[in-house]
């Protein structure tokens, strides 16, 4: 496994008490692999990711138990000059807002030419040469002219490929992407979408795919980790998923995948709202807004059931696992 998280958890010092943000998360990514993140907003997704990464906010953040290996090391052991040395050579994130992570004063050709001169040491006119050859591949027109350009003076979506190229650069082993779509509008995404798996397929990476919307990860993911309230209530590979949920709240998220054909239909959307996770409801996090909750779920938290049936390894936390599953 490139990247194996085992019973992380993290929690943030705030006002209003400790919240809980992720609380026992094991996932894992291999080489050449696609695991989708899936789950509404505050489940907890990003803060997984930044911990990985090694850009949590500490304080207010605290990882207070579990491990990540990538290659077998242990992330939260290295030193911080370590750590830096695993970020952007080894794995990079893209984020949803490239506008707030690309530098609005420097052209987006200094900013891609700079990943070349601080991490390989090349002179300034060989990474201007790289940073338009990696306009390219992902494919901005006119990249030998557009390089001189600053990031206000691209489209949202050509924003996003800058993003995805800087990311690239150094040829890292894993991705991050963090909501890569969200901000564009639904045929830029598709065009976004493509390219990083093209580009995930080609260069043989890792990809943590995040996101809150189940309906752009069906054609790129190989598995899906389905969080809710900082763990993880469903793991399956991808096609498994959308046949049948082992999960009533993967349930709930599928329906509420808009379809072209019921335009007009009204979404059926999971009743209330998640947890504040200063105050994580007793037993299943999810029952208040279960239809399927029973007395057990309001008591006993539910562990992650092996639900394995044909060989790929499936898992969900519910107690009617079966029930929904077969249902
Ligand atoms: N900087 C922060 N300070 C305090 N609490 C935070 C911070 N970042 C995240 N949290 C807490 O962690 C929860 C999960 O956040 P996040 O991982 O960003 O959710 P998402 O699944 O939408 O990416 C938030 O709802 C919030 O309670
Ligand atoms: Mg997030």
Known sequence: MLLEVRDLHVEFHTRDGVAK????VSYGVDAGE?????GESGSGKSVTAQTIMGILDIPPGRVTAGEILFEG??????KEEERRKVRGAEMAMIFQDALSSLNPVLTVGAQLAEMFTVHRGMSRK???AKAVELMDRVRI???KERVRQYPHQFSGGMRQRIMIAMAMALEPKLIIADEPTTALDVTVQAQVMDLLAELQRELHMGLILITH???????????IAVMYAGRIVETAPVHDIYKAPAHPYTRGLLESIPRLDQKGQELYAIKGLPPNLTRIP???AFHPRCPMAQDVCRTDVPPLYDVTESDAERG???HFWRECLHG
Do not use: I, Q, Y
């Open 21 to 24: 943000a992720v609380n026992g």
């Open 34 to 38: 696609t695991l989708a993140v899936l």
């Open 73 to 78: 090391r242990d992330l939260l052991k290295l």
């Open 126 to 128: 060989d990474a201007h």
């Open 141 to 143: 027109p006119a990249a």
């Open 213 to 223: 919307d189940l309906g752009v990860v069906a054609d790129v993911a190989d598995k």
């Open 282 to 284: 007793p037993g299943c």
């Open 316 to 318: 969900s936390a519910c």
